[in-house]
């Protein structure tokens, strides 16, 4: 039997929705448009895609401690 989490859900919805930019040093920039303020920067696609998970875990766990409504993220 499989275990599902609804925060790992979340997260992997959320990352669905990222989008990235390939930036003038070759260097990446990404974010989820929905999730105010979720950014990161990697030397690689990878590094920024670890990055931005990353950083979108660390933003729904203050957001949740603070009270602060998440935004739903494909009916999440």
Not at 41 to 48: H, I
Not at 49 to 55: H, M
């Amino acid at each position: 039997m499989t275990t599902k989490f609804i925060l790992s859900d979340y997260v992997d919805r959320g990352m669905a929705q990222a989008a990235y930019d390939k930036l003038e040093d070759l260097t990446f920039a990404g974010r989820i448009p929905a999730c105010k303020g979720v950014i990161a920067f990697g030397e690689t696609l990878r590094a920024c895609e670890d990055e931005l998970r990353s950083t979108l875990e660390d933003w729904i766990v203050v957001g949740l401690k603070l009270g602060h409504p998440l935004p739903i993220l494909d009916g999440i």
